[in-house]
């Protein structure tokens, strides 16, 4: 068990273009999650995975953004078009059947 | 809107003490209720939780009160320790969505 990892821990884009995040949940957990967290806030949820199936969203994630896990292990996050507004640190968490979240060390994108 | 709030942005403890961290949560559907610590450059770690049909729970040093009268949480770390500065998430579920609070960043002064 290496706990959740995530990839790349940083990334520096130019206003417009596309980035996409990758995150590997702990082997055995079938839930997966994404947050966004800025400056001296919490983790802000954005959706949400059981197994490969995407069951719930946040208003927060407007239509470019998008989020796949295919086989029901790894997920991606996309953001399409990026807005200076979009920097944030953007955290995966993984879970089995409990409450307990186990978080990754987050991607922190910067928006120039 | 604000469900959870943790209304103290930071507390400094002298070592040894006790600190006690409070939220607050608007909902009354969450039925259970966590404390994450986060240190710089990594991401939250669950600390304890509690469900709503207690009222304490207990782990060690770090103990959670919960009293769901006045939807109100508090986390009680004794006795603090220097290593215990970080910031500090309340966070509370009602289905597959986790609010969090804005954090309550503690300093533990040796």
């Known amino acids: 068990d290496t706990g959740v990892s995530q990839d790349p821990r940083h990334k520096i884009t130019k206003r417009g273009q596309n980035v996409t995040f990758r995150c590997d949940p702990i082997?055995?957990?079938?839930?997966l999650y994404w947050y966004r967290q800025t400056l001296g806030q919490g983790p802000e949820f954005l959706t949400y995975?059981?197994?490969?199936?995407?069951?719930?969203k946040s208003r927060l994630l407007s239509d470019r953004f998008s989020a796949e896990r295919p086989k029901g292990s790894f997920s991606t996050l996309e953001i399409q078009r990026t807005e200076q507004g979009d920097s944030a640190m953007y955290l995966c968490?993984?879970?089995?059947?409990?409450?307990?979240?186990?978080f990754g060390p987050g991607t922190r994108l910067t928006v120039l | 809107d604000q469900q959870v709030k943790q209304n103290s942005p930071s507390l400094s403890v002298q070592e040894g003490r006790i600190s006690i961290l409070n939220c607050d949560y608007t909902n009354s559907m969450f039925d259970y209720f966590l404390w994450y610590k986060k240190y710089p450059a990594e991401g939250p770690t669950f600390l304890i939780s509690?469900?709503?049909?207690?009222d304490k729970n207990e782990d060690g040093r770090f103990t959670v009160f919960l009293n769901k009268s006045a939807k109100h949480l508090s986390l009680h770390i004794v006795p603090s320790q220097p290593g215990d500065s970080a910031v500090y998430f309340c966070a509370a579920t009602g289905g597959f969505k986790t609010i969090f609070g804005a954090g309550t960043r503690l300093f533990v002064k040796a």
């Open positions: 509690i469900s709503s049909i207690k």
């Open positions: 968490a993984s879970s089995r059947q409990g409450n307990e979240q186990f």
């Open positions: 995975f059981q197994n490969e199936a995407q069951l719930e």
């Open positions: 082997s055995e957990h079938n839930r």
